[in-house]
């Protein structure tokens, strides 16, 4: 079992940045490939950034290109979402996941990830 708590989640201007952390219990969280989630009101859950075991492989949405970036640190057991010029879209609840079966490919579909975190919120306001 791998627990993941989210952290760093809040009340943020339009341009500015906020860091999402994940901790995850376990000691096969290094094996692991690892993703961002988010989902806003009224809205499914959709992929926004993933790393591969290693953090040598990242995948992101087109719509966080450039302003999000994954990085982990397995001595840590952590992933973190660096988030700068927050947008009022993106303003959702956000959600870190554990890939256990593999961690080479970083897979942008929900079902692939087989552990989640309880959530953080994120707002951005104008």
């Known amino acids: 079992q791998v627990q993941l708590v989210e952290s760093g989640g809040g009340l943020v201007q339009a341009g500015g940045s906020l860091r999402l952390s994940c901790a995850a219990s376990g000691r096969t969280f290094s094996s692991y490939a690892m993703g961002w989630f988010r989902q806003a009101p009224g809205q499914e859950r959709v992929f926004v950034a993933g790393i591969s075991y290693r953090g040598r492989s990242t995948r992101y949405a087109d719509s966080v290109k450039g302003r999000f970036t994954i990085s982990r640190d397995n001595a840590k057991n952590t992933v973190y979402l660096q988030m700068n010029s927050l947008k009022p879209e993106d303003t959702a609840v956000y959600y870190c996941?554990?890939?256990?079966?593999?961690?080479?490919?970083?897979?942008?579909?929900?079902?692939?990830?087989?552990?989640w975190g309880q959530g953080t919120q994120v707002t951005v306001s104008l």
């Open positions: 996941a554990a890939d256990a079966d593999q961690g080479v490919i970083v897979r942008s579909t929900e079902y692939a990830y087989d552990y």
